[in-house]
T-cell receptor
């Protein structure tokens, strides 16, 4: 039973354009959401987070949007750069204080 | 400032054997969590150690056990290895048990192959 789903295993975007990565969750007890980025042969690196009391959080080129009623969040990267090419994981945190990850989306930014 | 370090980086074991993986947390962190990442999947929570005790556990059998030492470093032990245990094992550290104010910092992982 996947509580956090990333339905797009891959996404290709032209350099300079916007990248939009999507994530859906089923557990309404999740109250904090995070995005991690992972390069090959490295561990995941924290990117940005959002609390369930907010609907948007911005950090430079990265913005995360949360739609609680739809149990959906998205990560926007503007403008996309070739160095952004990586696997992006959506993760959720609930009262159990353990992160539940999605299966990841491979983003490729084409020069 | 050293980040999370894991050893070894790669390991090959035979079915039925036992394995120990090691992790040193990021400086200033006192909590260690272990995750298993199977090919094409996201990391799956195994357990978390804080103050030398297991505080949280995911849906993993008792063959998976761990330990945390007074210097906050940690070990993951897996007994009676199965082919399905082949995966990337990630260690993550944080300050305190909640990640609201302290996002997890991950090591580069140990790639375990069971033959």
């Amino acid at each position: 039973d996947q509580q956090v789903k990333q339905n797009s295993p891959s996404l290709s975007v032209q350099e300079g354009r916007i990248s939009i990565l999507n994530c859906d969750y089923t557990n309404s007890m999740f109250d904090y959401f995070l995005w991690y980025k992972k390069y090959p042969a490295e561990g995941p690196t924290f990117l940005i987070s959002i609390s369930s009391i907010k609907d948007k959080n911005e950090d430079g080129r990265f913005t995360v949007f949360l739609n609680k009623s739809a149990k959906h969040l998205s990560l926007h990267i503007v403008p996309s750069q070739p160095g952004d090419s990586a696997v992006y994981f959506c993760a959720a945190l609930g009262s159990a204080r353990q992160l539940t990850f999605g299966s990841g989306t491979q983003l490729t930014v084409l020069p | 400032d050293a980040g999370v370090t894991q050893s070894p980086t790669h390991l090959i074991k035979t079915r039925g054997q036992q394995v120990t993986l090691r992790c040193s947390p990021k400086s200033g962190h006192d909590t260690v969590s272990w995750y298993q990442q199977a090919l094409g999947q996201g990391p799956q929570f195994i357990f978390q150690y804080y103050e030398e005790e297991e505080r949280q556990r995911g849906n993993f059998p008792d063959r998976f056990s761990g330990h945390q030492f007074p210097n906050y470093s940690s070990e993951l032990n897996v007994n009676a290895l199965l082919l399905g245990d082949s995966a990337l094992y990630l260690c993550a550290s944080s300050w305190g048990t909640a990640t609201y104010n302290s996002p997890l910092h991950f090591g580069n992982g140990t790639r375990l192959t069971v033959t």
